[in-house]
């Protein structure tokens, strides 16, 4: 054992006294270096996602996706490239239970030979916003009461029935595929569209979905209750035991694809993330196979310091629309530069496995040295420094419009997506589903859960009568409404 300045520790157990009953002498540095260590153990949790399991693997290409993208991870048939996962909750923070009712983070980051490739995904399709104004709001709903500091289901409920656009996302949420029962039961989405362009600077959209080959499984409310009272990590200790053992966790990565210009034609917005494409439009094309089959050996360094962001592109796959998205690709390098500090990209595990070479210079714990030539420390230079890649520019982006700001909600239609999935449920699900839901509605008042049953209504009118019934209203909205105003 050392110091961390390297020097042989001669005594980790004793503390150097002025006698057997003390006190402590102040020259036993190594006492204040080991207290002070541990004062400085946590950093700020994610401020969403706090919750999380990851694992590293492989991604391996099996069908030829180049006609769309000219990425270099799908560059060709048998192509494997190193990747690392982490899954989450959303709400909970980092002491929560891991199977609680809740959307799941399926983050991927592929370190590809042209850079780190972050799709930062769900285990869902959709959102429950489509203009990120929305997004600290939600999330204010999902967390404590400023003064009762207990989470408040009057606060959710409030918020969702004045946000329609939510009920998509709700109903899968409250639905009996609300609580996976592991990270590896479960399947993940890019949720947003995204963009791909291939070696003739021509643009698609897409939508990214890994399933999972586990298959998917999920907790009712009594099983998920069971299994929290025996244990809080149930994620953690499946997943590390999975990959230990070498029973790898592998999901199937497919891809939907839209030509640039149709997304003006097609009846909904296709960059609306509370919307999915239908699949008998934009059919899943499989593109590989992704593989977990290594733990991490630190999971703070490893998985705690593991830095997502929705803004980590590379050549062949970009952005969209998506108002949403374009939010995203400020928020998650800005939250870890301040949870994790400004050379968060330079750790070991959020570095890329590619040359970096860039002109960024100095700041706290810049541990690593110069990444250009010597006398090339600013650009341009004479000095042989790197430089810019005109080759790497994407096509224009032919969709535009005049800046304004648009009402997200007009001539939006939050009610029809939601009514296909009810009623793909059967009449088991239903229940269940309707049941959940009134079960979240405990101690809100009563104005509010009328509004919410409204838009129950308009999603279908056997979807306000289910919850109404599970609520003891006896189903009848008109009865309800009657009451209410009592
Ligand atoms: C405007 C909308 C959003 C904002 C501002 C936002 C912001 C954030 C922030 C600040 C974090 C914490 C990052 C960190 O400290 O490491 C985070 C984590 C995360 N978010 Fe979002 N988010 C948004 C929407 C979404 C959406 C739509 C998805 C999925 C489709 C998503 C998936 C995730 C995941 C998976 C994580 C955890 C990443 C990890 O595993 O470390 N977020 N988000």
């Known amino acids: 054992m050392t110091t961390?300045?390297?020097?042989p520790v001669a005594d980790n157990q004793n503390a150097l006294s002025a006698g057997p009953r003390g006190p402590l002498l102040m020259q036993d540095y190594q006492l204040i270096e080991k207290l002070a260590h541990q004062n400085r153990e946590r950093i700020p949790e994610r401020?969403?996602?706090?919750?999380?399991?990851?694992?590293?693997?492989?991604?391996?290409?099996?069908?030829?996706?180049?006609?769309?993208?000219?990425?270099?991870?799908?560059?060709?048939?048998?192509k494997s490239t190193?990747?690392?996962?982490?899954?989450?909750?959303?709400?909970?923070?980092?002491?929560?239970a891991d199977a609680e009712r809740d959307v799941r983070g399926f983050s991927v980051k592929f370190y590809t030979e042209e850079g780190n490739w972050d799709l930062v995904g769900n285990n869902t399709p959709v959102f429950f916003i489509r203009d990120p104004y929305k997004f600290p709001d939600f999330i204010h709903t999902q967390k404590r009461h400023p003064k009762t500091h207990l989470r408040s289901a009057t606060a959710m409920w409030d918020y969702w029935s004045l946000s329609p656009e939510a009920l998509h996302q709700v109903t899968i949420l409250m639905s009996d595929r609300g609580i996976p029962v592991s990270p590896m039961h479960m399947d993940g989405f890019g949720s947003h569209t995204f963009s791909f362009i291939n070696a003739e600077h021509e643009r698609f959209w897409v939508k990214f979905h890994f399933k999972s080959r586990q298959g998917k499984v999920n907790y009712t409310n009594a099983q998920a209750a069971e299994v929290i009272g025996k244990s809080r990590e149930t994620y953690q200790e499946a997943l590390f035991e999975a990959v230990e053992s070498g029973r790898f966790p592998k999901w199937d990565l497919y891809v939907q694809i839209m030509p640039e210009l149709e997304a003006e034609t097609t009846s909904y917005n296709p960059f609306d993330l509370t919307k999915v494409w239908p699949h008998a439009d934009y059919p899943l094309i499989p593109v590989g196979v992704m593989?977990?089959?290594?733990?991490?050996?630190?999971?703070?360094?490893?998985?705690?310091?593991?830095?997502?962001?929705?803004?980590?592109?590379v050549p062949g796959i970009g952005f969209s629309p998506d108002k949403v998205l374009q939010?995203?690709?400020?928020?998650?390098?800005?939250?870890?530069?301040?949870?994790?500090?400004?050379?968060?990209?330079?750790?070991?595990?959020n570095a890329p496995k590619c040359p970096v070479r860039h002109y960024h210079a100095d700041g706290q714990m810049r541990f690593f040295g110069s990444l250009?030539?010597?006398?090339?420390?600013?650009?341009?230079?004479?000095?042989?420094?790197?430089?810019?890649?005109?080759e790497y520019r994407e096509p224009p982006l032919k969709i535009s419009g005049d800046?304004?700001?648009?009402?997200?909600?007009?001539?939006?239609?939050?009610?029809?997506?939601?009514?296909?999935?009810?009623?793909?449920?059967?009449?088991?699900?239903?229940?269940?589903?309707?049941?959940?839901i009134a079960g979240s509605m405990g101690g809100v008042p009563a104005f509010i859960i009328e509004r919410a049953l409204g838009h129950f209504d308009l999603i279908d009118p056997a979807f306000g009568k289910g919850i109404r019934q599970a609520l003891g209203h006896g189903g009848d909205p008109a009865a309800d409404a009657a009451r209410n105003t009592e």
């Open 4 to 7: 961390s300045a390297g020097a």
């Open 47 to 78: 401020v969403v996602h706090a919750k999380g399991w990851g694992a590293y693997g492989t991604f391996t290409v099996t069908h030829d996706i180049t006609p769309y993208t000219r990425a270099a991870i799908f560059s060709e048939v048998g």
């Open 82 to 96: 190193p990747l690392l996962t982490r899954f989450s909750t959303v709400a909970g923070e980092l002491g929560a």
């Open 291 to 313: 593989e977990l089959n290594r733990n991490a050996d630190n999971y703070f360094a490893e998985i705690e310091q593991a830095a997502f962001s929705p803004s980590n592109i």
């Open 327 to 349: 939010a995203r690709i400020f928020a998650y390098a800005d939250a870890h530069r301040y949870r994790l500090g400004t050379h968060y990209e330079a750790l070991p595990v």
């Open 372 to 390: 250009t030539p010597t006398d090339a420390y600013y650009e341009p230079n004479s000095f042989g420094g790197p430089a810019q890649a005109a």
């Open 403 to 436: 800046a304004d700001r648009y009402d997200h909600r007009d001539g939006n239609d939050d009610y029809s997506q939601a009514r296909a999935l009810f009623n793909l449920f059967d009449d088991g699900q239903k229940q269940r589903t309707c049941e959940t």
